[in-house]
């Protein structure tokens, strides 16, 4: 995706703010996938999520309540909240691929690796710290200075033939041992000397379900085939609530660390790319897409330093969250 030319003037700013390095504090994206909003999930899932959404709220964070993706998919919403842009010349491009859709989003994969946000926080005087995942939009950051992932090979061609025999299936890490690497080194990110814009991509609560609300290990999918293998898909509500509930609890745990040990006031973001999809394909209606009114509203929750939380507002969507905490 072609840069829009306002992002040389947003570097080049960037670049002349970097002498404040010493006074700025680590920054912390982290996207539950698939999290639905709070009454999405009283709605569809007779869920009450106010406790956690309470939790945030005692830590001082802002629950947009009416806060929604742009995008309907993965792909879409990350590259428009990292671009702090619309894609709608790529919408387009992606509605009108007839038969090359696979070539289509590769646009918007590389909009997602090479993205604005992180730019400028590095210009800025940032250090860059991702952690990759097994989907492609998030399995490699090149612009990282500093990458965690669990299985650097598990997309290589030499993975895929050592995987089709039985002895090295056993051995090949597991779609559950992702989410816990992933949730581990979010916690220690806050060790890490200098400021740090910390991207962390976390693949719960989407199904495939192999996570019990207690932490324990319900289905061994190897993480070659996180979204090839199904484990009941959005319909199995039961255990899509199951994930929100561990996944709650590691945030939990995750910001009381980061809050304790930050030399500085954090900025973290909880926000999920796009919502669930239990009224996809729905009886009689089989080939129909999850409602919008399940898969756009987004759990979005911000703690920001007082000069940008005057700008937060119940309605924000995600493309407007870093132009805020840039802008501030």
Do not use: C
């Amino acid at each position: 995706m072609e840069p829009p030319e306002t992002d040389a003037t947003v570097l080049s700013e960037a670049r002349n703010r970097a002498g404040q390095r010493a006074t700025l504090p680590d920054v912390y994206y982290i996207v539950p996938d698939g999290y639905a909003r709070g009454d999405v999930l009283a709605r569809h899932y007779d869920f009450d999520n106010s406790e956690f959404l309470t939790y945030l709220r005692s830590r001082g964070f802002y629950v947009a309540e009416r806060a929604t993706a742009n995008y309907p998919m993965t792909f879409m919403s990350l590259a428009a909240t990292l671009n702090m842009t619309l894609l709608e010349p790529q919408v387009a491009l992606l509605r009108d691929a007839q038969g090359a859709e696979a070539r289509a989003r590769t646009i918007f994969y590389n909009a997602i690796s090479n993205a604005l946000v992180p730019q400028v926080f590095k210009a800025l005087g940032y250090r860059y710290v991702a952690v990759e995942t097994s989907w492609r939009g998030t399995e490699s950051a090149p612009l990282a200075d500093l990458r965690y992932n669990l299985a650097p090979i598990v997309g290589s061609e030499l993975y895929g033939v050592l995987l089709r025999t039985t002895a090295a299936r056993s051995l090949a890490p597991s779609v559950a041992d992702m989410h816990f690497y992933a949730l581990d080194r979010l916690a220690t990110i806050a060790d890490l000397p200098d400021p740090t814009f910390a991207f962390v991509h976390l693949l719960l609560p989407h199904n495939p379900y192999v996570i019990d609300r207690h932490g324990q290990v319900r289905a061994n999918v190897p993480l070659s085939l996180n979204f090839a293998i199904k484990t009941g898909g959005w319909e199995r509500k039961d255990a899509y609530i199951d994930q929100v509930i561990y996944i709650n609890g590691r945030l939990r745990q995750a910001i009381d660390y980061i809050l304790k040990v930050s030399p500085k006031p954090p900025i973290i973001v909880v926000q999920s790319d796009h919502g669930s999809a239990s009224t996809a394909r729905r009886e009689g209606k089989e080939k129909l897409p999850p409602l919008p009114s399940e898969r756009l509203p987004s759990l979005s929750a911000l703690l920001v330093p007082e000069s940008a939380r005057a700008a937060l507002y119940p309605e924000m969507s995600n493309v407007n969250t870093f132009r805020v905490i840039l802008r501030e």
